[in-house]
């Protein structure tokens, strides 16, 4: 049979491609390539030696498992080579694996599995001689690997001694070496700190601390191994299943994965495949598909092997949480709350199960890490439910006319000023009660309880009418009319009168509640007391600079300038000249009294009052000069304890803090 020179040239340009990717994944812990992209290399170059068997070579990756080993690292030759797994991607093929079982061993009976989470970490075979750990050696090629015990006894859930009884003479565990999601972050947090390359994926991350030539390096990493079969075993009987079999390496004190499931027939298999996909964003721990292991060892052994892979197990591989796919563009996506979050418009790429056209950058600070460039071939992640992320760059595919990002100093949205606070990784929006974006949130806020208290003015109703495009903004809200209101949902002239009404008698409220509900960025109830209390009219507020700011205790540098900030831009001071000319009005503020006993005191309320409620009881206080806290310290001055007060007032007499009743607290206030 003639082989076209097109196909040889194929071939020969697969091998170089995964040969080349494999070196980058195994020995240089960098990934060229997702997951997804390298199995379908790889299923092309079988597929092609399998048509045209005169062109598989011995140095084919078809028939290796991995890459070779670096010379840096004895090479240790195994026992039992450690073979790879065939992989299928449907319900179907699993069903024909199932079948292509029972035809081998001329049944028509339930096979029973053992099933268990695919880790994504890195293939060990750890060898025990008379119960003492003696070498760990890497996959390697599946004949020779790489010796490792040193960084392997570094880590902590590997046993240097078995445990229990019937330990062999010599024993092989085999298992996974992974990084647990939570290690994984917090190793990349520290290497960001120390301005270190940061891993991809745990995986990675996995297979770089595993390989340090510095043990010590290895011992502060956070891995850990799962077992899940045994190698070479002398001076026992091996067990009749595979069941028993890690039923014996839990014995002997290695980890099992807890996951791990005997199942009787193939629909149980579908069963458990469906029950690991939901449960797979909660796994502390990264897992790519399920492997299905037939039970008994001596149907196994009648099944046998291919060239390097075993009849009697196959890996079930979920949908590609990665892939590489082009930035096409990079847009600015503004948030409820005035958060600018960069998104990477992509080439669209199926990928988690999910076609995907966007992915989320996080914020600059992130862009800037991973150096993403409009124009970049990127490795695109979708984990469950997760929002897409870019998670890398392919540097070597970057286009020599790639656009680096630029952070908008103006929001996309409004055009309002764009903040960001000194320490923070979010750059915001400032146009909070402008900004359609943000819209429907500074509305909630503005009728809140604490701010002017709309009565009847909930949640629901506020998008209601954002949808309906009766209001733009909040002042927007004292011009609707009964008429309006009507022609909402579960809106009838009744309610719509008492919401009228509401928002008509709202108009009178406190200068603090005003500047409360306006939505400055930090300022909370107390911090809008200080501010109305020492300068006591809006236009000095609107006017005061950075250092006047200051100058009030519960104000620091950042809210000063978010205060500053929100003032400056010209479609808030609108908004706020439009709800003044509606009718929003309060009374004269009062400062607080110089000679109040209260004055900058830190008072504590606690158990239940007679006479006020605890907001009524709060707002006197702070008209007097007082500061009310939430909890006892070693600051606090008065601790005001009602009926059935509880750790608050014993914390309080532990500290020597003076209590009172409400007979003072009345006393106060009427005085």
């Known amino acids: 049979m003639t082989i076209s020179e097109a196909i040889q040239s194929r071939v020969a340009e697969l091998r170089e491609t995964i040969n080349e990717l494999n070196f980058q994944y195994y020995s240089q812990d960098e990934p060229g390539a997702s997951d997804a992209e390298y199995d379908r290399l790889f299923a092309e170059l079988k597929a092609l030696e399998s048509q045209y068997p005169e062109l598989q070579t011995v140095d084919s990756p078809t028939q290796r498992v991995g890459a070779a080993p670096l010379t840096k690292f004895t090479q240790i030759t195994h026992s039992l080579p450690m073979l790879s797994l065939d992989n299928v991607f449907d319900e179907s093929e699993l069903t024909a694996f199932d079948q292509r079982v029972k035809d081998r061993l001329n049944s028509d009976q339930n096979i029973t599995y053992v099933a268990e989470p695919k880790l994504d970490g890195l293939a060990i075979s750890i060898r025990y001689e008379n119960g003492v750990l003696v070498y760990a050696a890497t996959r390697g090629d599946g004949t020779v690997g790489e010796d490792v015990t040193a960084?392997?006894?570094?880590?902590?859930?590997?046993p240097l001694k078995l445990q229990g009884d019937n330990i062999p003479d010599v024993v092989e565990l085999r298992g996974e070496i992974y990084m647990p999601k939570a290690g994984f972050e917090r190793l990349n947090e520290q290497q960001l700190a120390e301005g270190k390359k940061i891993f991809v994926n745990p995986r990675n991350a996995a297979a770089g601390s595993l390989r340090q030539l510095d043990s010590q390096i290895t011992a502060?990493?956070?891995?850990?191994?799962?077992?899940?079969?045994?190698?070479?075993?002398?001076?026992?009987?091996?067990?009749?299943?595979?069941?028993?079999?890690?039923?014996?390496?839990?014995?002997w004190g290695g980890a099992v994965c807890p996951e791990i499931q005997v199942l009787h027939d193939v629909n149980a298999c579908f069963d458990y495949l469906h029950q690991l996909?939901?449960?797979?964003?909660?796994?502390?721990?990264?897992?790519?598909?399920?492997?299905?292991?037939?039970?008994?060892?001596?149907?196994q052994n009648r099944l046998g092997f291919v060239s390097r892979a075993p009849r009697w197990a196959i890996a079930y591989k979920f949908p590609a949480q990665e892939e590489m796919t082009q930035v096409e563009a990079i847009e600015i996506q503004v948030g409820r709350t005035g958060a600018l979050t960069p998104v990477a418009r992509l080439k669209p790429v199926f990928v988690g199960g999910v076609t995907v056209s966007n992915a989320t950058l996080h914020n600059e600070d992130e862009v800037r890490r991973k150096d993403v460039r409009i124009g970049d071939t990127v490795i695109v992640r979708r984990a469950g439910d997760v929002i897409p992320e870019v998670v890398g760059v392919v540097a070597a595919k970057r286009p020599d006319n790639a656009i680096e990002f630029v952070m908008p100093t103006q929001c996309p949205v409004c055009d309002s000023d764009v903040e960001r606070a000194e320490g923070e990784a979010v750059a915001r929006c400032s146009g909070g009660l402008y900004c359609a974006a943000q819209r429907k949130e500074a509305l909630?806020?503005?009728?809140?309880?604490?701010?002017?208290?709309?009565?009847?003015?909930?949640?629901?109703?506020?998008?209601?009418?954002?949808?309906?495009?009766?209001?733009?903004?909040?002042?927007?809200?004292?011009q609707l009319t009964v008429e309006q209101l009507m022609g909402l949902d579960r809106m009838g002239e009744k309610s719509a009168g008492n919401l009228v009404a509401a928002l008509q008698a709202a108009k009178q409220t406190k200068f603090a509640r005003?500047?409360?509900?306006?939505?400055?960025?930090?300022?909370?109830?107390?911090t809008a007391r200080a501010l109305s209390l020492h300068f006591l009219d809006l236009p000095s507020l609107k006017q005061a600079t950075e250092a006047q700011l200051l100058e009030i205790e519960d104000v620091g540098p950042v809210v000063a300038q978010h205060i500053v900030t929100f003032f400056e831009q010209p479609h808030n001071l609108e908004v706020i000249d439009r709800l003044l000319a509606s009718g929003i009005d309060w009374p004269e503020e009062k400062p607080?009294?110089?000679?109040?006993?209260?004055?900058?005191?830190?008072?504590?309320?606690?158990?239940?009052?007679?006479?006020?409620?605890?907001?009524?009881?709060?707002?006197?206080?702070?008209?007097?000069?007082?500061k009310v806290a939430g909890s006892v310290s070693a600051k606090t001055d008065f601790v005001v304890a009602g009926s059935d007060a509880g750790s608050k007032l014993t914390k309080a007499e532990s500290l020597g803090i003076t209590v009172v009743d409400e007979a003072q607290l009345q006393q106060w206030i009427s005085s």
């Open 151 to 158: 960084n392997v006894k570094t880590i902590r859930n590997v």
């Open 220 to 251: 502060s990493r956070p891995l850990a191994l799962y077992c899940y079969s045994l190698g070479d075993v002398e001076g026992i009987e091996r067990p009749e299943s595979h069941q028993q079999a890690m039923a014996m390496i839990a014995g």
């Open 277 to 299: 996909a939901e449960k797979r964003p909660e796994l502390p721990y990264e897992i790519d598909g399920v492997v299905f292991k037939v039970n008994d060892t001596n149907l």
């Open 444 to 478: 909630k806020h503005f009728a809140s309880r604490k701010a002017m208290d709309i009565d009847g003015l909930g949640d629901k109703l506020v998008e209601q009418l954002v949808d309906a495009e009766l209001i733009k903004d909040p002042a927007d809200l004292f």
């Open 514 to 526: 005003f500047l409360y509900a306006l939505g400055i960025r930090e300022v909370g109830e107390a």
């Open 592 to 626: 607080a009294f110089a000679d109040s006993e209260l004055n900058g005191k830190t008072i504590v309320l606690t158990g239940t009052l007679v006479n006020f409620s605890r907001s009524e009881a709060k707002e006197k206080l702070l008209a007097l000069g007082a």
